[in-house]
């Protein structure tokens, strides 16, 4: 499952966060777990370059998008591997919503249609689409053009 | 660095480039959201404020359940838009609002219609919704239009009703199993996604029945699997049918390997990967199967994508605690990622690599780790100093630099966690090594002139009180420990007063030297530290007369109590302040007896300080003690070995009996530890009837019963029997449980006056070889064993017949004999022809015994053995022959 999808900005405020199945009292602790994670690893890298890390049969794949941190979190199925496909398929979704690399304030303005995005990646915890175009059309609910 | 928990609109008042939700606040937006009742609808404007309800939310706001109510039945509202965006935003803040299932009628007409739709996507989505939102009395109405997307030619009405049904699976298996076909027909689909959410849902359905599992894994590893993730899954899958065909026969080739090492060459990065991690857990892997695994996998370890060199790496780790050799090809790749930025890579690759390495590399790693360790987190400190720790232990010979490096990190800045480790580690050594113990103490005394943490320094003192006083020159210690005295908090002084008290005690030469410093603790502002003081100086006789401290004080001051300190505590606990003074002989000593697999459980944790030596020495100490308070075994001289309890009796009957076998030169002594589990019974007078005519060389000589036994109180009768001075006698024993119950009253918990003699059949006893000899490790075999000399060497070769594995036979010498392995010599590497197994123990009358073990194949099953004996006593060396020649 996907436990948790995070999106901050540069000095590590909360842009976005989506939990599945993490109880209310844990998920203060994994944002700050999540940020301070950032904070200590993603200066100088580069855009969309991917960085992993676990916690026991917890893993954690996060990055850098412009002016923005993006974070997954899984287990089980969801492991870097599966989470490394999610989170290329979340920033390029994202980038495909901004137009280019989001800084802060285009994220924030484009914050519905990145909502609807998410959505459309995500279904509780489960991956549920993976191709840009395809999401691109599910969010203006548009049909998939392949079928 | 950052402020995680700020909120974005508490952002810097500086900000140039202003957010859209700068000074958002709930309350107004609660406000906006009434726009959802006018009567001209703006679509716009309506998704807007849906846009900072969703901000709100995804910043961990919450909603009271008045207003969410408020919301969802205005959002409600808004189905009666024709525009498509708004929609869109509609479905998803529904489900945000996760309305309660009161509400939820408002909704459900409008979904349902929109599940109906000619629209796909109003399709899609309307499912996703009705399934967060609704419970399982809905879905039988809508059962139909579920079945039917399942298998639409839309792959995205097909992806939600296939996702929905791995949710609803949790809650209502009886409805999505009834949904089968459908999703067996879902999983050809020629659209990738969902082929993966179908073969995962198939799976689940079916994950019970180990046939139909292995019928789909057949069938789809024969066809092609499209998309990278279904095929994953199909790989786990397929793994997990392995490992349940292997338990079932041992035989034959293994199915469906040819498959995971075709995958290895699948042009998805992911399915190589997972593939090669299959591999790598499969129970009794050969090199040839393994190998092409492991070379994937060390090519992954210079990909340039950390997330793959992450997951190589960490799978390499595992494979190095069982297949070892198999990894070292990956070494150098390894070495070149200590110094990867990503510090879990690096962490993960200098523990593998210290796994892995041999006795000539320990050096050249140790210099790679501690440029490394200055720039990493506590946690993985912890992990790299646990890894060192097995390292030493695994080569003593290296102690003096491993012992080096552990002393030059515990100077650096650290949290508790990981000082704590490190000491832990150090104290390990020192047990274990007894070469390393005069230089792994000078560590610990230099470790705590400058340590913050009061629990480390009160256990390093405690533990220098112990080791201290027998090294060479104790007295190079004194400086340290009175030093604490001088400079620490009031807890730690205490226990430097206790430490010097101590040495005090124990070395002769320094008494007057401690006296004096002892003396001036009596001006200590605490009052604990003067007490300690005072007593020490009274009892150890601080009066000037320098004599030889007397054994019974030295117990009284520094011995182990002799009641469990579980006890002790309750009985402190239980005790009123009053003018009669707590009396330490009221303490019971019973010890409720722990189930035997739990015992065995809690032995097996390393130790470090926070955790005193379990299981023997205490245990032993604690026999000891029990059994010399006894007069009728008062004369049998110094105990030599006690066993670990042996159940009698089946779990949960009416009396637990477990017995242990104490042996002494010429006596053997059972001590039954009995409980009576029924209320409403006591038991007066119980005693065990042994019959001894399958034990021909024991002759009973005592018998001491138990007086009571109440309900859920253990206590003890024991047994003696005379036997042949130093020889390691064996036979069987026949156990009958004898006693008088008594009836006694729930109410009143009283007796009745008259009881009913009864008797109780226990299982029958034991006494064999293995009694006789205590399980003594020595650190270093080699050394042992050529320093004890082939004067009094053994060898013979024995064949030990048919087995089932070279590591069943292993075990079974190594139980028969009762001895310590070495060197981690007991384990077996899968599918080895041959073994050589190093076991050492001290023999009855203290005779320490060496034996080298070498197992081969013999045939297709048949095993066997030759035998090397060395001791320091000719007969023993003959016995253990006789040994494992009648076993």
């Known amino acids: ?147 | 660095m950052a402020q995680p928990l700020v909120k974005k609109e508490d952002d810097r008042d500086d900000e140039v480039d202003y957010s859209p939700f700068l000074g958002i606040e709930k309350g107004a937006v609660l406000q906006e959201a009434r726009v959802f009742n006018d009567p001209q609808l703006d679509p716009r404007r309506c998704s807007q404020v849906i846009t900072k309800l969703l901000y709100l939310l995804n910043q961990g706001e919450t909603f009271t359940k008045v207003e969410a109510t408020e919301v969802f039945f205005a959002v409600t509202k808004l189905f009666q838009s024709r525009d498509m965006g708004l929609r869109r935003m509609v479905y998803v803040i529904i489900k945000e609002l996760s309305p309660s299932a009161d509400e939820v009628i408002i909704v459900t007409s409008s979904l349902m219609k929109d599940m109906t739709s000619k629209t796909d996507m109003y399709r899609a989505n309307a499912i996703r919704v009705l399934f967060r939102i609704t419970d399982g009395t809905l879905l039988t109405q809508i059962e139909r239009y579920l079945k039917q997307a399942i298998v639409d030619k839309n792959p995205v009405v097909a992806s939600a009703a296939l996702v929905s049904g791995i949710h609803l699976l949790q809650t209502n298996p009886e409805i999505v199993k009834r949904w089968s076909n459908e999703v067996q027909e879902a999983v050809q689909s020629r659209a990738a996604l969902v082929q993966f959410h179908a073969l995962a849902l198939l799976h689940q359905i079916r994950q019970n029945d180990r046939l139909a599992v292995n019928k789909l894994v057949s069938s789809l590893t024969r066809g092609s699997v499209r998309s990278p993730l279904a095929q994953c899954l199909l790989i786990r899958y397929t793994s997990q049918v392995i490992r349940e065909s292997t338990n079932d026969t041992q035989t034959g080739d293994r199915p469906f390997y040819d498959f995971l090492e075709g995958c290895l060459r699948h042009k998805a990065e992911m399915v190589i990967f997972e593939a090669a991690r299959a591999i790598t857990e499969l129970n009794g892997l050969t090199s040839r199967e393994l190998t092409p695994a492991i070379t994937v996998l060390q090519l992954f370890l210079s990909s340039s994508k950390p997330v793959l060199r992450f997951a190589a790496v960490r799978t390499l780790n595992k494979v190095a605690m069982s297949h070892p050799m198999a990894v070292t090809n990956c070494n150098i790749d390894m070495e070149s990622l200590i110094s990867d930025q990503n510090r879990s890579i690096a962490t993960l690759a200098i523990t593998t690599l210290l796994k892995t390495g041999n006795e000539s590399s320990v050096d050249r790693l140790m210099k790679q780790i501690t440029n490394f360790m200055s720039d990493i987190a506590d946690e993985f400190k912890i992990v790299v100093v646990d890894a060192i720790r097995s390292l030493c232990l695994k080569f003593p010979l290296k102690h003096r630099s491993l012992m080096n490096f552990l002393s030059n990190i515990l100077r650096e800045e650290g949290g508790f966690e990981y000082k704590k480790a490190i000491v832990d580690s150090i104290v390990i050594l020192i047990r274990d090594i007894p070469e390393a113990k005069e230089s792994g103490l000078l560590h610990l005394c230099e470790f705590i002139e400058d340590c913050e943490f009061t629990y480390l320094s009160t256990q390093i003192l405690h533990f220098l009180g112990i080791e201290g006083p027998k090294t060479s020159d104790p007295s190079k210690y004194i400086r340290y420990i009175y030093n604490r005295v001088h400079l620490e908090n009031a807890t730690v002084r205490a226990g430097a007063v206790s430490t010097l008290a101590k040495f005090g005690a124990m070395v002769d030469g320094l008494k007057p030297r401690i006296f004096v410093l002892l003396r001036r603790c009596l001006f200590d502002n605490d009052d604990e530290v003067r007490d300690r003081a005072t007593l020490y100086l009274n009892t150890l006789g601080g009066d000037g007369a320098v004599v030889e401290t007397d054994e019974g004080v030295k117990e009284f001051l520094f011995g182990s109590l002799d009641v469990p300190l579980v006890n002790l505590e309750n009985s402190l606990k239980n005790y009123d302040p009053s003018e009669k003074a707590f009396d330490i002989n009221s303490v019971p000593k019973d010890v409720k007896t722990q189930p035997l697999a739990e015992k065995k459980a809690t032995s097996k944790k390393p130790t470090g300080l926070g955790a005193p030596p379990p299981g023997p020495p205490s245990t032993v100490d604690a026999y000891e003690k029990l059994l010399s308070s006894i007069p009728e075994f008062a004369s049998f001289g110094k105990l030599f070995k006690s066993s670990a309890p042996v159940e009698l009796t089946e779990a949960e009957t009416e009396y637990a009996v477990n017995v242990v076998k104490h042996i002494f030169d010429g006596h053997v002594v059972f001590q039954y530890n009995c409980t009576n589990t029924i209320p409403e019974q006591l038991l007066e007078n119980v005693t065990v009837i042994v019959d001894a005519s399958e034990a021909e060389e024991f002759a009973e000589v005592a018998s001491k019963p138990l007086r009571q036994l109440p309900y859920d109180s253990p206590g003890q009768t024991f047994v003696a029997f005379e036997k042949p001075e130093g020889v390691s006698a064996v036979g069987k024993f026949s156990n009958m449980l004898r006693f008088i119950v008594k009836e006694v009253d729930p109410s009143t918990g009283e007796a009745e006056d008259d009881g009913v003699e009864d008797e109780y059949q226990l299982e029958d006893l034991e006494l064999v070889a293995a009694d006789y000899m205590l399980k003594v490790g020595v650190s270093n075999f080699r050394n042992a064993w050529e320093s004890m000399g082939v004067d009094f060497e053994r060898v013979d070769e024995y064949g030990l017949g048919p087995r089932d594995s070279l590591a069943e036979a292993v075990n079974a010498v190594i139980n028969l004999l009762g001895m310590q392995p070495c060197e981690g010599t007991e384990v077996v590497p899968p599918n080895s022809r041959s073994h050589t197994c190093l076991l050492s123990g001290v023999y009855l009358g203290n005779v320490k015994v060496l034996v080298r073990l070498q197992f081969g194949l013999d045939g297709p099953k048949d095993v066997a053995m030759k035998l090397a004996v060395r001791s320091e006593d000719e007969t023993v060396s003959d016995t253990i022959h006789e040994i494992v020649a009648s076993g």
């Open chain 1, 1 to 147: 499952m996907i436990l948790a999808v995070l999106f901050a900005n540069s000095e590590g405020n909360i842009l976005v966060e989506r939990f599945n199945g993490v109880p209310a009292e844990e998920r203060l602790h994994w944002r700050s777990f999540l940020v301070k994670l950032g904070a200590d690893n993603l200066k100088g890298v580069k855009n969309e370059e991917l960085l992993v890390a676990s916690h026991k049969s917890v893993y954690i794949v996060y990055t850098v998008l412009g002016d923005v941190s993006v974070y997954v979190v899984g287990k089980d199925e969801y492991d870097e591997l599966a989470l490394a496909e999610v989170i290329f398929v979340i920033t390029s979704a994202v980038k495909d919503v901004c137009g280019k690399l989001p800084t802060e304030r285009l994220f924030l303005d484009k914050y519905g249609r990145i909502c609807l995005t998410l959505d459309a990646i995500i279904w509780k915890g489960y991956l549920e689409n993976t191709d840009k175009d395809r999401i691109r059309r599910l969010v203006r609910l548009k049909p998939p053009t392949e079928f």
